[in-house]
T-cell receptor
Framework: DQQVKQNSPSLSVQEGRISILNCDYT??????FLWYKKYPAEGPTFLISISSIKDKNEDGRFTVFLNKSAKHLSLHIVPSQPGDSAVYFC???????????FGKGTRLSVIA | GAGVSQTPSNKVTEKGKYVELRCDPISGHTALYWYRQSLGQGPEFLIYFQGTGAADDSGLPNDRFFAVRPEGSVSTLKIQRTERGDSAVYLCASSHGGAHTDTQYFGPGTRLTVL
């Protein structure tokens, strides 16, 4: 049973527009959430994170929103750039330093 | 500075053989993680070292999988009696702190193919 779900395998967005990537989780013990970005033939790289005590965290063009009651988080990228084209993984960790649980990823394509 | 490196980048082996995958973490990082990423899936946690000791090996699928980090730096993931289902990209990551939520820096992975 997948505890972290990214239900959209792919997303295509025009350059300059907003990209919204979604993630749902089932484990109510998760209290820290991260987004990683992966280019082909490279390992994932950390993008942004959010603790469950917050509902929003922003870093430049990237904003993560957390809705705990809905067990849902989203990553907003605005404006989207062609270099943002990559696979984005949502990950979660629970209290007590539990290992990261990753979703299957969403492939974002930003079209110039 | 150098990032996390993994060798070999690709490994093809036959069913039943033994393989070793190596990870060189970022210098000074005390925590080291191994993950497995199967086709179409996200990374799946295998084992985590804090220094030389395995702090959490709850993700190892069975006793064919073993990992060591004898001097607290380089780590080797060892797979005995490989099976076709072991085919995946094996990712290594390191971090400065000891929490799973500390920023983990990933290597490019080793693609293992078991024929």
């Amino acid at each position: 049973d997948q505890q972290v779900k990214q239900n959209s395998p792919s997303l295509s967005v025009q350059e300059g527009r907003i990209s919204i990537l979604n993630c749902d989780y089932t484990n109510s013990m998760f209290d820290y959430f991260l987004w990683y970005k992966k280019y082909p033939a490279e390992g994932p790289t950390f993008l942004i994170s959010i603790s469950s005590i917050k509902d929003k965290n922003e870093d430049g063009r990237f904003t993560v929103f957390l809705n705990k009651s809905a067990k849902h988080l989203s990553l907003h990228i605005v404006p989207s750039q062609p270099g943002d084209s990559a696979v984005y993984f949502c990950a979660a960790s629970g209290a007590g330093n539990t290992p990261l649980v990753f979703g299957k990823g969403t492939r974002l394509s930003v079209i110039a | 500075g150098a990032g996390v490196s993994q060798t070999p980048s690709n490994k093809v082996t036959e069913k039943g053989k033994y393989v070793e995958l190596r990870c060189d973490p970022i210098s000074g990082h005390t925590a080291l993680y191994w993950y497995r990423q199967s086709l179409g899936q996200g990374p799946e946690f295998l084992i985590y070292f804090q220094g030389t000791g395995a702090a959490d090996d709850s993700g190892l699928p069975n006793d064919r999988f073993f990992a060591v980090r004898p001097e607290g730096s380089v780590s080797t993931l060892k797979i005995q009696r490989t099976e076709r289902g072991d085919s995946a990209v094996y990712l290594c990551a390191s971090s400065h702190g000891g929490a799973h939520t500390d920023t983990q820096y990933f290597g490019p992975g080793t693609r293992l193919t078991v024929l």
